[in-house]
DNA sequence: CATAATGTACGAACTGGTTAGTTTGTCAAC
DNA sequence: GTTGACAAACTAACCAGTTCGTACATTATG
């Protein structure tokens, strides 16, 4: 956690043979993927380890043991994912186009980042519990609801959208088309033998979740 | 694989000492409860066997391996909850009340076989690979799809439903909106500090998936 | 009696975590 | 500007508990 650093000239930081925050990053970036791709349960230590430009020993000597890694590989996931939604702005656009962008942009999003999905299924396996324990995604996640809660609010003013509507449980419509479409994707396409995974089945799915917002939200 | 039974008065099946069905439907039963509990690799073979009535030999005997044991139990909440939609009966219904009680059915249904939603989340963890194993789940979801298809249909002839929507996108639909509601509750719940698990806001996300589904066939 | 069903005990491989020690960087004192 | 002391960064080998799976023996059933 200490950040304070001394005068450093950082002129090739990579070649340097002791490189404590390359490694940490490398460590937990290498666990990141391993955690996405096999669980909690499922990853192992060693396969991390050798997957690693560093060592066994160094995961525990910077992250304590295996849960403290996963929680680590946890908050990144939801901080990369978080930072990624800051590219999106909808100011000046009337409401409905907003909400257009807003609906799309998650669905892309979402799409884009299956090893965020991943670790957000993982942690709903284990009931949120790692989640609860981290004191970094708390915070995080409160801006989401206040884009979307904003459009709303316009699209009411601009007599566009109905009133009375949650703007939490907006967002909660949203996300549910949005992660579905990623997390069940294996199962879906192969129980009803149809892959939903393609560009073309995938631009369908987009215009319908919009449109489904859109007219949910439509003033009468 | 020999369901062939002789002639067998099965006047206390329990009591006999040597109870194969019995036996078999106890390690499946209780394998669920674990495998859904604790995914694939997180469930313990020998908490398995100490949970049955059974032993771990006998898991081996019947099952073969872990991901015998698995699968098995895999087909086995599939198949319970294909069961399950069997109770809902729309015939006669005018074709919006029939989606109407479909969506519900399906929030409910969803929300009352957790363990199902879990190992969907968790075979989808698993790219969706053993479900491609299994002979038993590919026959079983087609009369899904046939539902949804035969109530959309009739709307559009109604001139209720907006004609040219595929069914098994709205499937697609119901099941996202029902879906996420059950799988991804500890996370959406702990990040935006509101428990989205009382049935107070049950009753609201269920009236609004309902809303959003009709909105979305409506015809203009 | 042949076969199906079950109980007991065990082992080989794996896995998370540690012990014990080495190398590298920093910086103050000489 | 060399040295020496100390902390941070890192390595290799190892350990103890776990975990899947099996060998072998025994009992029930038809």
């Not at 043979?17 to 391993?34: F, Y």
């Not at 215009?207 to 439509?218: H, I, N």
């Amino acid at each position: 956690m200490s950040q304070v650093k001394p005068v450093r000239k950082d002129r090739e930081p990579s070649k340097r043979p002791q490189d404590p925050d390359g490694t940490r990053k490398d460590i937990l970036a290498t666990a990141s993927r391993e955690f996405a791709l096999n669980g909690l349960s499922g990853a192992r230590i060693d396969e991390i380890a050798a997957r690693t430009k560093s060592s066994k020993r160094m995961i525990y000597y910077y992250f304590g043991d295996k849960e403290g890694l996963y929680l680590r590989a946890l908050e990144n996931a939801y901080r990369t994912v978080r930072e990624g939604e800051d590219g999106l702005d909808t100011d000046g656009l009337p409401a409905v186009e907003a909400l257009r962008r807003l609906v799309e942009f998650t669905f892309d999003h979402h799409h884009e980042h299956e090893e965020f999905i991943r670790m957000v299924m993982i942690e709903n396996i284990h009931h949120g519990q790692y989640l609860e324990r981290s004191d970094v995604i708390s915070g995080l996640n409160e801006t989401a609801i206040d884009h979307i809660a904003s459009i709303y609010r316009r699209g009411v003013e601009e007599g566009v959208f109905r009133p009375g509507l949650d703007p939490l449980e907006l967002h909660w419509q949203v996300s549910a088309l949005c992660f579905f479409n990623v997390s069940n994707r294996a199962t879906f396409s192969r129980i009803f033998g149809r892959d939903i995974g393609t560009p073309d089945e995938q631009a369908r799915l987009r215009q319908s979740a919009v449109e489904m917002v859109l007219r949910f939200v439509a003033a009468d």
